[in-house]
């Protein structure tokens, strides 16, 4: 049993990784997004 808890600790560790890997991610496409938007806006205006 106790090996058991700790295989599912180690997975909710990775898990807890893989999701701060993922929002890091999300929030350098947003900012990409962001650049791309302004990039277009004064495309558009010049």
């Known amino acids: ?3 058991k808890l ?3 600790k180690q ?3 990775r ?4 999701i701060k890997e993922t929002t ?3 929030r350098n496409i947003n ?3 962001d650049q791309l ?3 277009t806006y004064a ?3 010049s």
């Open 6 to 8: 700790e295989e599912v």
């Open 24 to 26: 890091d991610s999300l």
């Open 11 to 13: 997975l909710l560790f």
């Open 31 to 33: 900012k990409s997004i």
């Open 15 to 18: 898990l807890e990784l893989d």
């Open 1 to 3: 049993m106790e090996k």
């Open 37 to 39: 938007d302004k990039f």
């Open 43 to 45: 495309m558009k205006i």
